[in-house]
């Protein structure tokens, strides 16, 4: 036998299938909002770094680039150091931009021209004009910028690739 709802129960259950309803139309946007930029793709654009028609063939020379970071939330760009290497490959010059952070514990590497290499100074890491890992506990080559040269003027994107 079927037991008949009484007018309280149903206003109840009306008041809180109606609260859902709302609170549903109201959260609907912000969880939107919140997971969007997991799944929106960021685009990897193309940062100038100068003109490197000074830059000497067989000395790395350091730009400071003001780099657009690729994470899903908005961030202000970060200032980070593109080593710019220009070396002869027969009758052509060949350009690197290189990373200056080390593959070992990601410390900030620098041109020594002493040693004529890249010297990591937290434990010794050495590496080469052209960014091969030489010495020292680096277990992997520093790391390239994809790059394009738009007459002398150097461009390059946050996505890097193993020398």
């Known amino acids: 036998m079927a037991r008949r709802m009484s007018r309280r ?5 009306a008041t809180n299938v109606a609260g859902a309803g709302i609170t549903l139309l109201i959260a609907a946007p912000i969880v939107g909002e919140v997971l969007q930029p997991i799944f929106t793709r960021r685009a990897h654009p193309w940062v100038r770094v ?4 000074q830059v ?3 000395l790395p020379t ?5 780099m657009p970071t690729t994470q899903a939330w908005k961030v202000p760009p970060v200032a980070r150091i593109v080593y710019v290497v220009k070396l002869n490959v027969g009758s052509a010059v060949q350009v690197l931009p290189l990373s200056n952070v080390c593959t070992h514990m990601q410390c900030d590497v620098h041109w020594d021209q002493n040693l004529q290499q890249f010297l990591c100074p937290c434990h ?3 590496y080469s004009i052209t960014g091969v890992n030489v010495g020292g506990p680096p ?6 910028y994809r790059h394009k040269l738009v007459g002398e003027t150097l461009y390059v994107r946050d996505q890097l690739t193993e020398a």
């Open 9 to 13: 129960r149903f206003m109840v259950l």
């Open 50 to 53: 100068g003109d490197i028609t």
């Open 56 to 58: 000497p063939v067989g």
């Open 62 to 66: 350091a730009y400071v680039v003001q």
């Open 124 to 126: 010794g890491g050495l």
């Open 139 to 144: 277990p992997r080559p520093l790391f390239r």
